[in-house]
């Protein structure tokens, strides 16, 4: 009997490396983004002069990409301003900054407020995804972008609670502010990230 662990333990430890993963847990960035709803209320993509790091629009304002920033700032810790400005130094030729905006050079005040950078910065950190169409392959804390048509592009959090159809719903601001509804598979999904 005292032998069994010795022998058992190894087998056990070689099964769990194929085990597959399990869930990512991320209702911290849930929450993270819902505490945003009723509190941005006014759609601002304007540019603006922030601080660095840790740098924000006023609140009450922001875009899609601003509901996605400040959640992982509440919920992780993780300014995505400073990390994506960083990589955008090292790797600039990786992002779109150039061919769609016309800039030549990182700029720590808007950057980390457009999907394309946004898109391009979860990729390479390794948080990509299959796109589905499929409401099931998408778990709570998901970061998911959209094709809106006409090269609109949009970014928001999967929430853990669905629509009566049993579609995850999404916490974003598409224009009226930070809203949590049905609109997870109402449009083309060219991103999806879990971290």
């Known amino acids: 009997m005292r032998g069994l662990p010795r022998l058992v333990l190894p087998g056990l430890l070689a099964l769990a490396a194929f085990a597959p993963p399990l869930a ?53 810790s993780l300014d995505l301003q400073v990390l994506v ?57 998901d970061i998911v972008a959209w094709n809106l048509g006409g090269g609109v592009l949009h970014i928001g959090i999967v929430s853990d609670r669905k629509a009566a159809t049993g579609v995850p719903l999404v916490i974003h601001n598409i224009g009226s502010g930070a809203r949590e509804e049905d609109i997870l598979l109402r449009y083309a999904v060219i991103g999806h990230y879990r971290l």
């Open 24 to 76: 990512a847990n991320n209702l911290d960035l849930v929450t993270a983004a819902r505490r945003q709803v009723g509190v941005t209320t006014i759609y601002d993509g304007s540019y603006q002069l922030i601080d660095y790091p840790g740098g924000d629009v006023p609140i009450q304002r922001g875009v899609c990409t601003d509901v996605v920033v400040r959640a992982l700032r509440a919920a992780r």
């Open 85 to 141: 400005h960083e990589d955008m130094r090292a790797h600039f030729g990786a992002y779109p900054v150039l061919r769609r905006w016309g800039r030549r050079e990182p700029d720590a005040n808007i950057d980390h407020r457009r999907v394309p950078n946004l898109m391009v910065y979860f990729e390479r950190a390794g948080y990509r995804q299959p796109v589905t169409e499929r409401a099931a392959d998408y778990l709570p804390g």
